[in-house]
């Protein structure tokens, strides 16, 4: 059975909401994902290990370190 973590890590990013206010309408635009703000600092965007994927690579094109 595969480890949670893995999938988990795969199928989401977590990153302080202030970083995606000026992105958050072109993401929802762009990409077939739901954001949710977990706290008050922080957002969650879900979807699809493909969908994740490409909105990783949007989110360095834009200067944005998931790291």
């Given at each position: ?59 360095t094109r834009q200067g944005i370190s998931l790291?």
């Open positions: 059975m595969p480890d949670p973590r893995t999938l988990r890590d795969s199928t989401q990013i977590v990153l302080p909401c202030a970083l995606l206010d000026s992105i958050r309408d072109e993401i929802e635009a762009e990409f077939v994902v739901t954001i949710h703000a977990q706290t008050e600092e922080l957002c969650r965007i879900i979807g699809s290990p493909v969908e994740i994927r490409a909105v990783s690579d949007f989110l790291r």
